[in-house]
Structures are given as C-alpha cells and as structure tokens.
C-alpha cells in the first residue's frame, strides 16, 4: 500500500466562479483517469474510490481532493492510499494454490509499485487542466462580443449620422455609450 499526498497551486484570474463550480471541472477532468461513477463529489471535496482507467484493477486508489480559492489562488490537497486491486489478489490467491506464490506475487507487487505514482500525476494533470479552464472562462468573458472593426464602422455611421443632423448631440452620446458598453 502506498500513501499519495498531492499539493498544487495555480494563479487564479478569474474571481466569479465558485468552489463549487471548480469542483464540477476538476471531477470531470479526473474521470479521464478514474472510473466515471467512482469519482463523486461531496459537500466541500471530489472522493475517488475507485482502480485507474487501463490498470485492469491492479491497484486502487482511494482519495479526497479539496480545492479551496485563498487570495488568488487556486489551491488543491490530496491525500489517498494505493492498495492492490482485486486482479493483484487473484493473481496472489492464484499463485499461492498452484504452488508458483512468489511469481505471481512480485508480478503483482511490481505492477502495483511501478503505477505507484500515477494518481499523483493524475492528480496534477486534472488540476492544472481544471485552472486552465477556469482562466480561459476569464479570459472568453472579458472578450468584447463586437469586434474593434465592426466597433470602429458603427461610431463612423453615428458620426455622419450626427453631422448630418439626424442625430442630435444627445442621442449620439446615448447611442456611442451603449455601443461602448456592450
């Protein structure tokens, strides 16, 4: 068995978005790795009970993972067991009633050894998956829904549109303002 503890931090740029909502990507970022139905979220933290995608049950990984916002950051801490899965037993228990224990036995052991450190990598690769989305939804809301041409075409014809009286000063100024606000 072994212990994983994972401690991450990433610059958070975008400060509307909640735990809560975090917690949401970073579960769907982890069930790239895990099984889909293990990876469950609980009042303040993602649990994972569960063997890793493509590891055939030779290790499961049981964990909690809190992602908490602290001055512009975003924080994650992991702390779980690797244990061998239920092939590693059957293959020990297999071992041990055909008389060839120790082969089987370290085949398991090493197996389980060398994907040790993969949650921990897993761990890592969700996160900065999931800060990477969070500062993109920063980056895409702060994105004006015009663009500067088209922006630049539309104060050109209120322009005209007032120097040739059919705008007044007022509603210009009005209209420029909404058009720069939105």
């Given at each position: 068995m072994?212990?994983?503890?994972?401690?991450?931090?990433?610059?958070l740029t975008n400060n509307t978005i909640t735990e809560e909502e975090i917690l949401k990507m970073f579960q769907s970022h982890l069930v790239n790795y895990y099984d889909d139905d293990s990876v469950n979220i609980n009042s303040d933290h993602v649990k994972i009970s569960s063997g890793l995608k493509g590891m055939w049950e030779w290790g499961v990984v049981e964990a909690e993972a809190k992602i908490r916002i602290q001055n512009g950051q975003l924080l994650l801490n992991a702390k779980g067991t690797v244990k061998l899965g239920k092939l590693a037993w059957f293959f020990c228990v297999l071992g041990f009633l055909t008389g060839v224990f120790m082969v089987f036995f370290l085949c398991a052991a090493v197996l389980n050894f060398s994907s040790k450190d993969n949650p921990i990598k897993y761990f890592k690769q969700a996160f900065k998956a999931t800060a990477q989305e969070v500062n993109q939804i920063s980056v895409s809301n702060n994105i004006p829904s015009t663009?500067?041409?088209?922006?630049?075409?539309?104060?050109?014809?209120?322009?005209?549109?007032?120097?040739?009286?059919?705008?007044?000063?007022?509603?210009?100024?009005?209209?420029?303002?909404?058009?720069?606000?939105?």
């Amino acid at each position: 068995m072994a212990f994983i503890e994972v401690h991450e931090a990433e610059v958070l740029t975008n400060n509307t978005i909640t735990e809560e909502e975090i917690l949401k990507m970073f579960q769907s970022h982890l069930v790239n790795y895990y099984d889909d139905d293990s990876v469950n979220i609980n009042s303040d933290h993602v649990k994972i009970s569960s063997g890793l995608k493509g590891m055939w049950e030779w290790g499961v990984v049981e964990a909690e993972a809190k992602i908490r916002i602290q001055n512009g950051q975003l924080l994650l801490n992991a702390k779980g067991t690797v244990k061998l899965g239920k092939l590693a037993w059957f293959f020990c228990v297999l071992g041990f009633l055909t008389g060839v224990f120790m082969v089987f036995f370290l085949c398991a052991a090493v197996l389980n050894f060398s994907s040790k450190d993969n949650p921990i990598k897993y761990f890592k690769q969700a996160f900065k998956a999931t800060a990477q989305e969070v500062n993109q939804i920063s980056v895409s809301n702060n994105i004006p829904s015009t663009s500067t041409k088209e922006l630049m075409d539309e104060l050109e014809q209120l322009a005209s549109m007032k120097d040739r009286g059919i705008l007044t000063l007022n509603e210009f100024n009005l209209q420029k303002k909404q058009l720069l606000e939105s």
